[in-house]
C-alpha cells in the first residue's frame, strides 16, 4: 500500500536546526513534485513549501529564508531543513505529492501519512 513515511521530528529549543525526511512506500517520488505541510495545534493544515520535480522551490513568506527543501533522487527522499526554529513553527509536518490543476494550481488527491512531530520549546 503507497504511503507518506515522514520522520526526523523532535523537541528542539528556540533558535535551533531540524532535518526531516519524506518518503513514500509503494512507490517513488522521482519526478514528482512534492509539498511540505503543517498543522499547528488547533489550526487548519497549511502549506510550508514545495520542490518541483526538477528541484525548483517554492516557500511560504512565514519560513522563507529559514527553510530549505531539498531532494536525493537516489535515496528516493524528501527533505525539510528548518533553521532558526520559533515556536511558533510547533506543528505535525507532512509530505504530500502535489499534482498540477488549471493554471498555476496544485493540489493533492493521496491519503494523507502520520507525519512526524516538530516541537519548538521558547
Known amino acids: 500500500q503507497e504511503q507518506f513515511v515522514e520522520s526526523g521530528g523532535g523537541s528542539v529549543q528556540a533558535g535551533g536546526s531540524l532535518t526531516i525526511s519524506c518518503a513514500r512506500a509503494?512507490?517513488?517520488?522521482?519526478?514528482?513534485?512534492v509539498g511540505w505541510y503543517r498543522r499547528a495545534p488547533g489550526k487548519e493544515r497549511e502549506l510550508v513549501g514545495r520542490i518541483g520535480s526538477g528541484g525548483d522551490t517554492f516557500y511560504v513568506q512565514s519560513v522563507k529564508d529559514r527553510c530549505t527543501i531539498s531532494r536525493d533522487n537516489g535515496k528516493d527522499t524528501i527533505y525539510l531543513q528548518m533553521n532558526r526554529l520559533r515556536h511558533e513553527d510547533t506543528a505535525v509536518y507532512y509530505c504530500?505529492?502535489?499534482?498540477?490543476?488549471?493554471?498555476?494550481?496544485?493540489?493533492?488527491?493521496?491519503?494523507w501519512g502520520r507525519g512526524t512531530q516538530v516541537t519548538v520549546s521558547s
Open positions: 504530500h505529492i502535489l499534482y498540477k490543476g488549471a493554471g498555476s494550481t496544485w493540489y493533492v488527491r493521496d491519503h
Open positions: 509503494g512507490s517513488s517520488l522521482v519526478d514528482k513534485a
